[in-house]
C-alpha cells in the first residue's frame, strides 16, 4: 500500500496552483486515514484534469459521476471549508 500511497501522492501534482495545492494538502494530511475504497475513489478523482475539478469545487458544475462527487463534497470541498487549505 506504502508504493500506492507513493504513486497517488506523485499524482497529486497539478499545473493549476489552486488544485495543486488542496490535493497535495488533502493528500498529505488525509490520504493516510483513508480506508481502501476511498483510496481508490481519490485515486480515480485524480485522472479529472484541472479545470474540470476546479469547476466543480468551487463553482458547483457537475462533474457527473455520482460517487466522485459525494467524496468530493465530503472531503475536499469539506477541507478546504475547515480552513486546511
Not at 494538502?25 to 481508490?40: I, R, T
Not at 484541472?50 to 472531503?75: A, R, T, V
Amino acid at each position: 500500500m506504502n508504493q500506492e500511497i507513493n504513486r497517488i501522492y506523485w499524482k497529486c501534482r497539478r499545473g493549476m496552483r489552486e488544485i495543486d495545492l488542496l490535493l497535495r494538502e488533502f493528500a498529505q494530511e488525509k490520504l493516510p486515514m483513508l480506508d481502501e475504497k476511498d483510496v481508490n475513489v481519490f485515486d480515480s478523482i485524480l485522472d479529472y484534469d484541472d479545470q474540470k475539478l476546479f469547476d466543480y469545487i468551487f463553482k458547483g458544475e457537475p462533474i457527473g459521476l455520482e460517487e466522485h462527487e459525494k467524496f468530493i463534497d465530503m472531503h475536499l470541498k469539506n477541507f478546504t471549508e475547515q480552513g486546511n487549505f
